[in-house]
């Protein structure tokens, strides 16, 4: 297994581009099955998650190409009706095509995506949802669709779950009917997703609230549409630069998107100014501490971004709580970031209390998920000494080139 060495103390640097969102990204591409047409995405992240999804559309009859960060999409034919394991079990978010297959064909199968690392990550309102839709599943090791028509109603999420709002979405975009969605889930890629939908000529309005109608139409189009910017990445790379003193260009943002991340960044002492498209932050001389950061849906903090604020929160002037809200098991990296001399409490499953030090020291740890992952590499860039972090293909899932990207703005950062 792939290793990153970094040797810690250089200020991270420069300006900054980052490519389209991971998680607007991967249900776009299952939105592309509902056209059965030519899909072109530009900005598309060069990253793991999206060469398995090109592998999950391949594997039922797309033809995908990809030329540099542009990906052509023909979902003219398919050939399969099945969503194979090997896929599934290597990207549970894979879920997400079940929607848009169910919508386009009468009858889907597809395997049980299990937990991952953070958490159970149950599917069952997804499940709940379509049958409500009118279809007819079989739970087990393969989960077994079938429907007639898929008839739009009124659904109602308990949880705010952002994969099965768009998995609703997905699979009511031709159905008999409107769709309305209650408690739907606001994050920004989903205001991406309706905008691809709208493109190819269907009836979506209401992402980025809580209520969000589908109008059932006919037929779609060919769509050509440009991924929103990586909030998460672009929050990642901004940590990096106030943990180690560095000033930060990041030359294009979505300020709505982004506001929640930089909000907590500037009470921790960071000087953020936006520019024409986007914004530049200095590292503050202390970093304060933030006393309190609570995980929520949007548009307050994301948990995606709870493991790198904590890193940075390790070199606060006191006491930092997290309650981490939407994951029963989002604290993985705190074992590892007390190898580095943090001082890191995790009291339950939901709370991590983090005290302050004056430094961190390099050490060898290894990445418990994707954003834990990203976590660590942030205390290594500024811990004394040299940092060994294994198992990053969980980081490589979500972040394209950061290696690269972190050495073009000075990081001392090699692979092994
Ligand atoms: C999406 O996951 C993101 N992934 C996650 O990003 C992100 O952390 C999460 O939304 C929350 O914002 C992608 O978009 C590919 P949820 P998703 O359904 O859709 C519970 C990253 O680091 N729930 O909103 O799986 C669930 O257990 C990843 O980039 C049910 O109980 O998240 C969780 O506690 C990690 N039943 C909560 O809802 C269900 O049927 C939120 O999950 C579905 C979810």
Redesign the pocket.
Known sequence: MSKYIIAGGNKIHGTLNIKGA??SI??LMAASLLNESINIIHNVPLIADVYTMIDILRSIGCKVELDDHDLIIDSSILTSNEINEVYVKKMR?SI?VLGAMISRLEHVKIYEPGGCA?????????LKSLRRLGVKIDEGEIIDCERKDIIGKDIILE??????T?NIILASVKAKGKTRIYNA?K?P?IEDLQNYLNKMGARVIGAGTDFIEIEGVKKLDKVEHTVIPDR?AIGTYMVASALTGGTLEVDRIIRSHIDPINNLLIKSGCDINYTQEGLILKAPQNIKSLNFVKTD?HPNF???MQAQLMSLMTLADGETVFYET???NRFMHCSELNKMRAKTEVINPHVCRVEGVKKLYGSETKCPD??GGAALILAALVGEGESIISDIHHVER?YEDIEKILKNLGADIKKA
């Open positions: 991971k998680n991967l249900p978010s997400i953070i958490g159970k990550r149950p599917i069952d309102l997804h949880t705010p779950s952002v994969g099965a768009e889930a994050e890629e998460i849906i994301p948990t995606d939407i994951f029963e994707l954003r979500g």
